[in-house]
């Protein structure tokens, strides 16, 4: 493969990404794909998707897990209910994971990734020793099926993730790379944040967005990739830089307006072919 392949977030029956149709018809040789429901995660429906992707020419590059009852409504309805943190549902949606995980490997896929949830900063407290050992439990079993996990960006700034990857320890765990998150998070300045993390950096997302008025306590506003305060000529060279070379996928989070979505995601394809012509 080629140095930076182009790819969208895709997603079948769930999540917030195109269509593999859209996909195609946006011309793009790789996408990441949001996990779809557990009633379409059978043998069967793995096969049918590989057959599709294999006649549209498109390879997986990632399946990205998510759960039910996850609200992204407000930073702190994310911080109650995202991902592997909250107590509740841990043990649930880590069998989730596992399955979603097993999902990943029939379709060939070698990459699992997720939104862990807002990761305490104090590493000496219950909370953290808990996620640590779950995300030990996934990578163990990622690694049985010859997968690495990667953590999306966001909840965590540059720093609280370093050490938190210290502490999991396990040599499959790496970071999907959100600049945007960074932002709409109010977790860190990006560019500074990819330099920090550096290869732990496997995949990243090409989303852009700006900064809330007061960061960290309401959200900034996701906007079309290059629109926004990324700086997206920088974030390739900063990618560049760290000796990045994986997939750039161009997430778009619009899902209510498919239409303006493939435009925004075209022109955000235009825009990073005219950058790697420029950067590379
Ligand atoms: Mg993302």
């Not at 309401?218 to 079309?224: A, F, L, S």
């Amino acid at each position: 493969m080629s140095k930076w392949p182009l790819g969208v977030f895709a997603s079948v029956d769930a999540g917030l990404g195109v269509k593999l149709e859209i996909a195609s018809e946006i011309g793009v040789p790789i996408i990441q794909l949001h996990a779809p429901s557990r009633a379409q995660r059978t043998a069967e429906q793995a096969a049918a998707f590989t057959k599709r992707l294999g006649e549209f020419g498109i390879e997986l590059t990632c399946v990205f897990g998510g759960f039910d009852g996850e609200s992204y409504a407000s930073i702190q309805a994310s911080q109650e209910t995202v991902g592997l943190v909250p107590a509740a549902t841990r043990a649930a949606r880590l069998a989730e994971m596992k399955d979603i995980a097993q999902f990943a490997r029939r379709l060939g896929c070698d990459v699992v990734a997720l939104h862990l949830g807002f990761i305490p900063h104090d590493t000496q407290c219950d909370v953290f020793r808990e996620v640590v050992a779950v995300t030990q439990d996934l990578c163990d079993h990622g690694q049985s099926l010859g997968q690495n996990l990667h953590l999306e960006t966001g909840q965590e700034s540059a720093d609280g993730l370093l050490a938190f990857h210290a502490a999991v320890g396990r040599d499959n765990l790496f970071v999907n790379f959100d600049p945007a998150n960074m932002i709409l998070y109010g977790t860190g300045e990006p560019l500074e944040a990819v330099r920090k993390l550096g290869p732990l950096v496997r995949s990243v997302h090409c989303k852009d967005g700006k900064w809330a008025a007061n960061p960290g306590k309401e959200w900034g506003q996701e906007v079309p990739f290059g629109e926004g305060d990324v700086n997206a000529r920088a974030f390739l060279v900063a990618l560049n830089e760290i000796g990045y070379d994986g997939p750039l996928t161009i997430e778009r989070e619009i899902p209510q307006d498919p239409q303006r979505q493939k435009e925004e995601i075209g022109a955000a394809v235009s825009l990073i072919e005219r950058l790697k012509k420029e950067i590379l």
